[in-house]
Every structure is written in structure tokens, then in C-alpha cells.
């Protein structure tokens, strides 16, 4: 019996030990570079093929097209592994107790070990997860002639994105788990009570204070695509919008346009690459599916969203959470979901919560894709721009117009 338990407890540890030897073997392979294809980022498009009637023919994917594409789905399935194993481990070894115990000498005051330990974790979780993040958001892209990016600056956006995530840890987890603390059953609706409006100030405020961190935003170079583009707006209903352009062309060879913020911030972002690559109906049609998102209110559908699932999320994860804690409470090194070494629990209940989901969220991203699509269509009565713009997009971003149906 001591034996099957001493294997157990060294299982997750040897798994993570396997996995992590795969991604540094990942990461410092030579990925052999395929020479960029007609149709892919890196090279020139092809010519879209028109039919005897006048319809715009799908472009059948290249063979790197279906690489990327193949190849994709084999790191979504290592990420999602990945994901959940790192917290898993952190959990089930009692690390988390152990480096709770740690930071809590770093100072008199609780709030400083609370401090540290997400502070360490962030730290930790980053540095074990740069293999995977190189290769999947750096060297592959590369491969593949879609990134444009230099080592430099990715590796800075990920330290970016890592003192964003410290900063969010900070402001976040401190008053959770005084909640918890305070009110062991009803934490959740209290922390949802704030978290909710939290989350709607960032939505607003991400364009301005966020984004702008990881790129140049500037006015449109080109002043008679901008009126254009404003009187789009003006004919769909969205009153007050500005046009930016963004610098992304430092960053990928693919393209892209969106409408983002709310009120005050409410703004229309194009990649100078979209600009560069499709014509000017072409990216009007784009820009009327991304303006059918706001007037179609879809924004506002993902907020009203947002405010259940988030409420629900927290339900399920004091619950899921507490029957774990209380079968495992002396493995895990922790009693008390008020206590910062349970966050890794919530981190691997959460991913395994929206994997559950995700198909119904699949589902619900295509319904709003499919109605933008339409009203595109309707805003610019351009039916074969729209079909070409759709190719162009294909052909850019190495696309597959006909995915597998576990991976739509």
C-alpha cells in the first residue's frame, strides 16, 4: 500500500519532468524554415479565381496552409496539457504549501507573503512555460513566414505580459481571499460583486492604456480610406468612432481589423499589414464585419455574458475546490480556499471549466461570425468583395476553409 502511494506522489512530478524535457527539445530544434508559398504570408497571392458566373471560387489551402494547420492542432492539445499540468503539479506535490511557507518569511506583515508567493508563482510559471511560448509564439510562426517579429521584441512583449499579470495577481487576489476569510460560503457573490465592474473598466480602458503598450497606434495614413471607412460607420449607426492604424507589421505578416472599447474609448483599429495586403473594397467589407460586431451588439452581449459566467465560475470553483481540499488537505498542504497556495487549484479547476465549455463557446462565436458576416453584406452590397476579402484572408494566414469538425 506505501509503495502504490509513493508511486503515485512521484507520477505527476515524472510526467512534468517528461513534458518539460519535450519543450526544451522543442525550443531548441532547428525548425526548418519551408520557403514561403503563393498564397502564404510570406510570399506574393495568387490571383483569386473567378468561376463562369462570376463567383469567386475557394481557394484550395497549400501545403503549408495544411501544415500550419495539422501542426496547430497538435500544439493546442500540448498547450491545453500543458496548461493544466503545471498547476496540477504546483497542487498535488505540495509546492505551492512549501513556497507559501517560503515567501510568508519575507515580512512581519501577511499581505508581503501574500505579496511574494504571486509574485514567485508568476516568476516560476513564466519561466517554466517559455519553452512552449518560444516555440508556439516565436520560432513556428517564423517557420512558417508569418511573424515578422525580432527575438527582441517578443521576448520584451512577454515580459510585458508578464509584469501585467504580476500587477493583476496583486490587485485581485489579496481581496479574494480576504472574502474567503470573511465569508467562507458566500465569497464568490461578493467577489463577483466586484470583479464584474472590474472587468467592464478594463474592456473599456484596454485600448488606451493596454494595447498601446505592446505596439504604435497612430491616425490613418491614408486620409481617403479613413473618410471612407467613417462614413461606413456613420451609414451603420456608429456615431463618434476614430480610426486607428497600428504598427503590426513589426510583429506578423498577417493581417486583421477590429472595432474594440465602449463609449468614450469606442474606436476602429486596421494592421498597416490588412491595409497593405487587400483592396479598398475588400477592406471595407472587413471593416463592416468587425462594425457589425458593435451594432449587432455583440460587445454588449460578451459583457452581460461576462456578468454570469463570472458569478458561475467562482460558484463551481467553490465547490469543485472544496470537495478536492477536502479529501487531499494533507497532500495538498493548505485546509482553506482563503489560503494563497489553493491559487494554482483554481488555475487547473478553470481550465479544466472552460474545456468543458469550450464547444458551446465555439458555437457562440460562430452565430456572431456568421451574423457579422451578414451584415457586411448587406451595409456594403458587395457580395464578390466580400468573397474575395474572405479569400485574401485565407491565403494571408495560411487559413483552411474546411477544419476538421472537433477543431471548428
Same mark, same amino acid.
Given at each position: 500500500m506505501a509503495a502504490s502511494l509513493a508511486r503515485r506522489q512521484?507520477? &505527476?512530478?515524472? $510526467? #512534468?519532468? =517528461?513534458?518539460?524535457?519535450? !519543450? *526544451?527539445?522543442?525550443? @531548441?530544434?532547428?525548425?526548418?524554415?519551408a520557403p514561403p508559398e503563393a498564397g502564404s504570408a510570406g510570399g506574393e497571392l495568387p490571383a483569386i479565381e473567378i468561376d463562369a458566373?462570376?463567383?469567386?471560387?475557394?481557394?484550395?489551402?497549400?501545403?503549408?496552409?495544411?501544415?500550419?494547420?495539422?501542426?496547430?492542432?497538435?500544439?493546442?492539445?500540448?498547450?491545453?496539457a500543458w496548461g493544466l499540468l503545471i498547476p496540477a503539479l504546483f497542487v498535488f506535490t505540495g509546492f505551492s504549501a512549501r513556497l507559501r511557507d517560503w515567501t510568508g518569511e519575507l515580512g512581519k506583515?501577511?499581505? &508581503?507573503?501574500? $505579496? #511574494?508567493? =504571486?509574485?514567485?508563482?508568476? !516568476? *516560476?510559471?513564466?519561466? @517554466?512555460?517559455l519553452p512552449l511560448s518560444y516555440y508556439g509564439g516565436f520560432a513556428r510562426p517564423?517557420?512558417?513566414?508569418?511573424?515578422?517579429?525580432?527575438?527582441?521584441?517578443?521576448?520584451g512583449d512577454e515580459l510585458k505580459g508578464l509584469m501585467l499579470g504580476v500587477v493583476a495577481l496583486w490587485l485581485f487576489v489579496p481581496g479574494t481571499l480576504w472574502f474567503v476569510r470573511k465569508s467562507p460560503d458566500r465569497w464568490w457573490i461578493w467577489t463577483s460583486m466586484v470583479a464584474v465592474p472590474i472587468a467592464f473598466l478594463l474592456l473599456m480602458l484596454a485600448p488606451v492604456f493596454i494595447s498601446?503598450?505592446?505596439?504604435?497606434?497612430?491616425?490613418?495614413?491614408?486620409?481617403?480610406?479613413?473618410?471612407?471607412?467613417l462614413a461606413l460607420a456613420e451609414r451603420a449607426g456608429i456615431e463618434g468612432s476614430r480610426v486607428f492604424e497600428v504598427d503590426k507589421s513589426v510583429d506578423t505578416n498577417t493581417v486583421n481589423a477590429y472595432v474594440t472599447g465602449f463609449g468614450a474609448t469606442k474606436r476602429i483599429v486596421l494592421w498597416d499589414t490588412i491595409i497593405a495586403r487587400l483592396g479598398r473594397d475588400e477592406l471595407l467589407v472587413v471593416m463592416g464585419h468587425e462594425m457589425g460586431h458593435y451594432v449587432l451588439g455583440h460587445v454588449r452581449n460578451s459583457m452581460m455574458l461576462a456578468a454570469v459566467s463570472i458569478p458561475l465560475t467562482l460558484w463551481l470553483f467553490h465547490k469543485v475546490a472544496g470537495l478536492v481540499i477536502a479529501r487531499h488537505r494533507e497532500?495538498?498542504?493548505?485546509?482553506?480556499?482563503?489560503?494563497?497556495?489553493a491559487l494554482p487549484l483554481f488555475f487547473l479547476l478553470t481550465g479544466l471549466f472552460g474545456f468543458v465549455i469550450a464547444p458551446l463557446g465555439n458555437a457562440w462565436s460562430r452565430h456572431q461570425e456568421h451574423e457579422s458576416d451578414r451584415f457586411a453584406l448587406e451595409i456594403t452590397h458587395d457580395n464578390q468583395a466580400c468573397a474575395r476579402a474572405f479569400a485574401r484572408l485565407q491565403q494571408t494566414n495560411l487559413g483552411n476553409p474546411r477544419p476538421g469538425t472537433l477543431w471548428v
Open positions: 512521484w507520477l &505527476l512530478p515524472a $510526467l #512534468g519532468l =517528461l513534458a518539460l524535457g519535450l !519543450l *526544451l527539445w522543442l525550443s @531548441i530544434s532547428p525548425v526548418e524554415a458566373q462570376g463567383y469567386v471560387v475557394v481557394p484550395t489551402p497549400s501545403e503549408q496552409a495544411m501544415s500550419w494547420y495539422r501542426s496547430g492542432n497538435i500544439l493546442w492539445i500540448i498547450n491545453l506583515k501577511p499581505i &508581503l507573503g501574500v $505579496l #511574494g508567493f =504571486l509574485l514567485v508563482y508568476a !516568476l *516560476l510559471s513564466f519561466v @517554466i512555460d517564423h517557420a512558417y513566414g508569418l511573424s515578422s517579429q525580432s527575438a527582441g521584441k517578443w521576448f498601446p503598450l505592446f505596439n504604435d497606434f497612430g491616425p490613418m495614413k491614408d486620409a481617403g480610406l479613413e473618410a471612407e471607412i497532500r495538498l498542504g493548505f485546509a482553506s480556499l482563503g489560503d494563497v497556495a
